[in-house]
């Protein structure tokens, strides 16, 4: 059933529970503590998470392309990877080719990490507690609405 939008210029427009913003906003936040846990037992905070998902997805990678994924400033991920690097579980080199880039790349013990993270999902998925499809269904939702308000500010 189809729930009509409350008028713009009703008291209704500006309850919290009506914004789109908030109900992205505090479910991100639950998202989040809901993996942190699950983070713990592998030694991520979930902004190493992200950073690792790309590395196990494409090694070698600029931090350039790494924060454009993220859609997060590389000035705001740099501590991040430098954490990550003196954890062992990254190195950052400047080839000789470009020395304004940098290049992200998984060490033994990063590659090693992707074992154990591999369970996660399925982890989220149970205490989502929501049919598979129905995740896929949510996922490609709002990869569409980030990408049409992406589109209206570039």
């Not at 908030?22 to 699950?38: D, H, I």
Request: glycine share 6%; proline share 4%; aromatic share 4%.
């Amino acid at each position: 059933m189809k729930q009509e939008q409350p008028n713009c210029a009703s008291p209704e427009a500006l309850r919290l529970d009506n914004q789109l913003c908030f109900a992205l906003y505090s479910t991100s936040l639950m998202m989040t503590k809901a993996y942190k846990p699950l983070l713990d037992k592998i030694g991520l905070t979930y902004p190493q998470y992200l950073v690792m998902l790309i590395l196990w997805q494409q090694d070698g990678i600029g931090l350039k392309d790494i924060s454009e994924q993220l859609f997060i400033d590389s000035g705001a991920l740099t501590p991040v990877i430098k954490r990550m690097e003196v954890m062992g579980l990254l190195t950052r080199v400047r080839p000789a080719h470009n020395e304004r880039s940098l290049e992200i790349s998984l060490t033994a013990q990063g590659q090693q990490l992707k074992t154990a993270a591999a369970q996660i999902n399925q982890q989220i998925g149970i205490q989502c507690g929501i049919a598979l499809a129905d995740i896929q269904h949510l996922r490609q939702e709002l990869q569409q609405l980030r990408q049409q308000i992406q589109q209206k500010l570039l």
